[in-house]
């Protein structure tokens, strides 16, 4: 009994002070200690794209960008949100002279640029003329390997954990927001209101979740990858 009270003391012993690893290589790995800026599509005047019913995409943006906010702080991130309310970023005197869009992109460019993030996700959902239209995808900006890498890993998750999609992290060279902020940028668009069943699960507090879930997985990913040793076998 002695001998294998001992026995377990040590194997503790070893596993405490060991295998552990310590503070300073647990805050590199993952997302601890990351600033992550999450941007919520739309807001105020501009509700972005609709349901059939009327519903506006802002409104799903918004409770998907709080909910993966909660997440990414659990797991040691600093988060920053471009927005927190039902409003856009135009300042008044631009409203005031009709150039309430470009103000609105350009703040939101400034403010996260100002926190020089090490990753930036735009949550979007996307709409079509035609209702058979359907799928969540990751958008990145072209010549961006950073951003590609994310968009990717992002895409591998949306096929994983949210409705069926067969589409595939796609590249452009004309976002304003991708083009500005350098690093790891993501476009997600979600999912689209203008197909019933994405429309209807996108309203619901529980797939938002999912998406937040899928899209804070595909963070995780990118940063543990990104902070792994390389791989000696690899060649
Ligand atoms: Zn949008």
Redesign the pocket.
Known sequence: MFARTSLAAVAAFILLFVFVPTSAQADEFGLAHKTIVIDA??GGPDG??ETADGRP?KVV?LAIAKKLQVLLQQAGATVYMTRRSDDDLASDLDQAMGRRHQSDLRNRTRFAKSKAPDAFVSV??NASPSPLWRGAHTIFMKDNPDGEQLAKMMQIRFKELLLPTKREADDMDTLYLLRRIPGPTVLAEVGFLSNPEEASALHTEKYQQRIAFAIYLSLLDYFQQATAPPDEDAS
Do not use: V
Request: glycine share 24%; net charge negative; hydrophobic share 10%.
């Open positions: 599509g739309h972005g794209a995409e943006t979007h959902c």
